[in-house]
């Protein structure tokens, strides 16, 4: 983990909160905290779902393996099932719709928001928020998910990394505190999009419904259609979820950082997660130059989204794609 130590902030101006340091815990709102509304604690109650009802099934899936195999037809569709809706959220929700790294077509902008609503990680809309929050602020206060939030000390950070992996979605402040209107107006202006939006749960289901018909087709049985549930419909859930959230953690607090950020600003690059998170911990590089459509820039730097947002391209179903510039790359190192 590591351990910044930043200059000491000038004096607060009498009446203001305390500039942040950059090693401190965050403030916490002032004022007594206000009881949930009943619309909150059902979204919280839906928020838990999503999150432990896919973690089960890994449960489930040692009692299915307890002397078998698993099968093949079950690995070609969780891995086909775990591209498509991955690339719905680093090529679809992150590169294109919140940082603007290419403009895609309009069937194709519709289609990655479908896929990326599919990985159960939210609305397209208030996902966009979010992340758009999230560098507005980040590692400050105001960033929704930073693992800074409780200090550099050992346990701050301990208690932080849980908060940014997957606590900040339970949290009161942070889990509302990205409105669409002022994060995402251009979303929210789009009729497409704010049908996607509103057909998030219907879409869950619909990732959870496609391999269950697709392993009954292929395997004929009960048994098949079940345990491509199992595999290309909860245990993918599950791992793109946590690759996603470990991002959010773990590319802040260990890898990395050949790129100047922002001040307070800790994004690493992260290697073991590249493959997984289809690029998308090669962090360090994003948060030096979010717009950029390619985040593994150095050789040997994987980056599946980078070759899918080629491809689009080259199909012509994107356009204004903004590729690494050699002496913008030069300008943010160190």
């Known amino acids: 983990m590591t351990t910044t130590t930043a200059p000491q902030a000038p004096p607060a101006r009498p009446g203001s909160p ?19 509304t009943g619309a909150q604690r059902l979204q919280m109650l839906l928020t ?3 999150v432990a009802f896919p973690l089960l099934a890994v449960v489930l899936a040692g009692w299915v393996l307890w002397g078998r195999l698993l099968g093949p037809a079950d690995l070609l569709i969780a891995v086909a099932f775990y591209i498509l809706t991955g690339l719905g959220v680093t090529a679809g929700f992150h590169r294109g719709l919140t940082h603007r790294s290419f403009t895609a077509a309009r069937p194709l902008r519709l289609a990655l928001g479908v896929a ?7 609305d397209v809309i208030g996902w966009v928020a979010t992340h758009r929050r999230h560098h507005a602020f980040t590692d400050r206060p105001g960033d929704p998910h930073s693992p800074f939030r409780y200090g ?6 301990l208690r932080g990394l849980a908060h940014a992996h997957v606590g900040w979605l339970f949290h009161r402040e ?8 002022r994060y995402a107006p251009d979303l929210l202006a789009d009729r497409g999009l704010r049908t996607v939006s509103r057909a998030f749960p219907a879409l869950c289901v619909l990732s959870l419904a496609l391999p269950f018909a697709i392993g009954w087709g292929v395997g004929g049985t ?8 199992l595999w290309a419909g909860l245990v993918r859930i599950a791992l793109l979820q946590h690759v996603t959230w470990s991002v959010n953690s773990l590319c802040h607090m260990v890898g990395t950082r050949p790129f100047r950020t922002r001040r307070h600003d800790r994004a690493t690059n992260l290697w073991p997660l590249a493959l997984l998170s289809f690029g998308e911990s090669w962090h360090n590089l ?3 130059d979010p717009t950029c459509a390619r985040h593994g820039v150095d050789r040997g730097q994987l980056d599946p989204t980078a070759a899918a947002i080629r491809l689009f391209e080259r199909l012509g179903w994107a356009t204004d794609v903004r590729w690494p510039v050699p002496a913008r790359l030069d ?3 160190k």
């Open 331 to 333: 300008h943010c190192r």
């Open 152 to 157: 550099t000390s050992l346990r701050g950070q």
């Open 116 to 122: 990326g609503s599919m990985s159960f990680q939210g």
């Open 18 to 36: 305390p500039a942040y340091d950059g090693t401190s815990p965050f403030p916490s709102p002032e004022g007594p905290p206000v009881p949930r």
């Open 222 to 229: 009960l048994n098949g259609a079940l345990t491509a549930l």
């Open 174 to 181: 942070t889990s509302t505190s990205a409105p669409a209107e």
């Open 286 to 288: 994003h948060h030096a």
């Open 48 to 50: 838990g779902t999503i």
